[in-house]
Antibody, heavy 123, light 108 residues
Framework: QVQLVEAGGGLVKPGGSLRLSCAASGFTFKDYYMSWIRQAPGKGLEWVSF????????YYADSVKGRFTISRDNAKNSVYLQMNSLRADDTAVYYC????????????????WGQGTLVTVSS | EIVLTQSPATLSLSPGERATLSCRASQNVFNYLAWYQQIPGQAPRLLIYDASNRATGIPARFSGSGSGTDFTLTISSLEPEDFAVYYCQQRSTWPPLTFGGGTKVEIK
């Protein structure tokens, strides 16, 4: 079965950096586009970033553009989120999510999510 | 950016009752709308994609309808495990993908 396991969250000071990872199993990772989605404490869901299966297409939410970098390693079945210049409003649980469909069509529906990793930005 | 507005914010119902949740888009999203369920402390789960298609393993009591700007998620008869928060999400025009603010279905 599909499994997504995030890691790398923790407490970091404003202006600091963290690198999140998401290890995937149970499906042909290299065929699927992936996204990161976050949820601030007690709040709703916010899409953060997207990466195509070969890393040729990458998108970011305006709120993280220029500070976060998404990447993937298909040999390791993993997707990453490098977060720099962190701010208090980046505090959230970060989920990685798998596209429902493989390939490059009909993107934007997520049928599998990890359990999330909590990032807390505070001095 | 497409804004999704969900109503009501909270729905208080008893087990066995019918739940009707609404999601309104700020512009036409055709049928490119999904619904997710989130139980506290858990990750979201895809219930409905493309407005009316149940995802794998989702019980038949969940149904979605609508197109354009107005969408509805209906739970025909609430089970105890259905008390949760529900989010709609559009994939018509992105980036950014956007989610609604959520509707909490609570036990009356």
């Amino acid at each position: 079965q599909v499994q997504l396991v995030e890691a790398g969250g923790g407490l970091v000071k404003p202006g600091g950096s963290l690198r999140l990872s998401c290890a995937a199993s149970g499906f042909t990772f290299k065929d699927y586009y992936m996204s990161w989605i976050r949820q601030a404490p007690g709040k709703g869901l916010e899409w953060v970033s997207f990466i195509s299966h070969r890393s040729s297409t990458i998108y970011y939410a305006d709120s993280v553009k220029g500070r976060f970098t998404i990447s993937r390693d298909n040999a390791k079945n993993s997707v990453y989120l490098q977060m720099n210049s962190l701010r208090a409003d980046d505090t959230a649980v970060y989920y990685c999510a798998k596209e429902m469909r493989g390939g490059s069509y009909d993107l934007g529906s997520f049928d599998s999510w990890g359990q999330g990793t909590l990032v807390t930005v505070s001095s | 950016e497409i804004v999704l507005t969900q109503s009501p914010a909270t729905l208080s119902l008893s087990p066995g009752e019918r739940a009707t949740l609404s999601c309104r888009a700020s512009q036409n999203v055709f049928n490119y709308l999904a619904w997710y369920q989130q139980i506290p402390g858990q990750a979201p789960r895809l219930l409905i994609y493309d407005a009316s298609n149940r995802a794998t393993g989702i019980p038949a009591r969940f149904s979605g309808s609508g197109s354009g700007t107005d969408f509805t998620l209906t739970i025909s008869s609430l089970e105890p495990e259905d008390f949760a928060v529900y989010y709609c999400q559009q994939r018509s025009t992105w980036p950014p993908l956007t989610f609604g603010g959520g509707t909490k279905v609570e036990i009356k």
